[in-house]
C-alpha cells in the first residue's frame, strides 16, 4: 500500500467516526438532540436553535425559577415548529434523556 492511500484511508475512516457520533446540544454534551428532537417530532435544527438561550445548571438541580425561566424559552419555540408539543409532553421527553434521570422538586 502506498503513503497516498493509507493516508485516505485514515481520512476516510475519521470522517466516518465524525459522522456516527451522537448529536448532542451545544450546552449539553451529554443530552441526545437527534432523539429528544424525533420524539417531539421537530427537525433537529429546530431543536438545537432553540436550545440555545436555555441555561442548563451546572449542578444539575436546577431551582425552580430556573426551570421556569428555560420553560419560557423552550416551550414556545419548540411549538412554532409543532404545535402539538404540551408542557407535559417536554417535560416526559427531557426526563427521558436527562443522563441524571428526571428533575425532582
Known amino acids: 500500500m502506498d503513503a497516498g492511500f493509507r493516508t485516505m484511508r485514515k481520512?476516510?475512516?475519521m470522517?466516518?467516526?465524525l459522522l456516527a457520533?451522537?448529536?448532542v446540544a451545544d450546552d449539553d454534551p451529554n443530552r441526545r438532540t437527534d432523539l429528544i428532537?424525533?420524539?417531539?417530532?421537530?427537525p433537529e435544527q429546530v431543536?438545537?436553535?432553540?436550545?440555545?438561550d436555555v441555561q442548563p445548571d451546572g449542578d444539575k438541580a436546577p431551582s425552580g425559577a430556573r426551570q421556569r425561566m428555560n420553560k419560557a424559552i423552550l416551550l414556545p419555540c419548540l411549538q412554532a415548529a409543532n404545535p402539538s408539543i404540551t408542557n407535559a409532553l417536554l417535560d416526559q421527553v427531557m426526563d427521558r434523556y436527562r443522563p441524571e434521570g428526571p428533575i425532582r422538586n
Open 11 to 13: 481520512m476516510s475512516f
Open 15 to 17: 470522517v466516518l467516526l
Open 21 to 23: 457520533a451522537p448529536a
Open 37 to 42: 428532537a424525533a420524539d417531539l417530532n421537530v
Open 47 to 52: 431543536f438545537r436553535d432553540c436550545f440555545l
